[in-house]
């Protein structure tokens, strides 16, 4: 299963000096540009652990059985990584208003998607969710930061 990581957009708004709209685009892109090699390496490393390509259905599924709650907390705990390292940006106030009922929906999301099952989570029913959230955000110009989840 491949997911890209992203959807990864906060409110901003620490005490540094504001960004510039373009600064700040480019601060959270680089952000979310990181966190999601982060997560294509770690579903890449799962799927070499589990057998790679000459893995039977049943090794599949028996790896994710084992260790499929250990890779979705890891994505969960990746993307608010991401969520946190944004949000320490201080972005223009404009740019803020328009995120934060983003965020709010996405910790929302983040919340749910920590508590799915294995099985839940791999079956993938939750990307419709974060890629609803993904297009606003990226008609805000976090491009990197709204790939699709799915």
Known sequence: MVVAAAFVV????SD?????EEEFL???NEICEVGNEEVDQLFD????????????EEEFQRFFQDEGENLRDA??????????????LNGPD???????????QLSDELDA??????????????????????????????TTC???AG
Do not use: H, K, M
Request: aromatic share 8%.
């Open 10 to 13: 906060v409110a901003c708004g």
């Open 16 to 20: 540094s000096e504001q960004l510039s």
């Open 26 to 28: 480019a601060a959270a």
């Open 45 to 56: 490393d799962a799927f070499t652990a589990a057998g790679g390509e000459e893995a039977t």
């Open 75 to 88: 994505f969960v705990s990746n993307v608010q990584g991401q969520v946190s390292a944004v949000r320490d």
């Open 94 to 104: 404009d740019l803020e208003e328009e995120l934060d009922p983003l965020v709010d």
């Open 113 to 142: 998607l920590s508590e799915l099952s294995v099985e839940e989570f791999f079956e993938g029913a939750w990307e419709a969710g974060f890629n609803e959230i993904n297009s606003q955000i990226q008609a805000l110009g976090l």
């Open 146 to 148: 709204a790939e699709d």
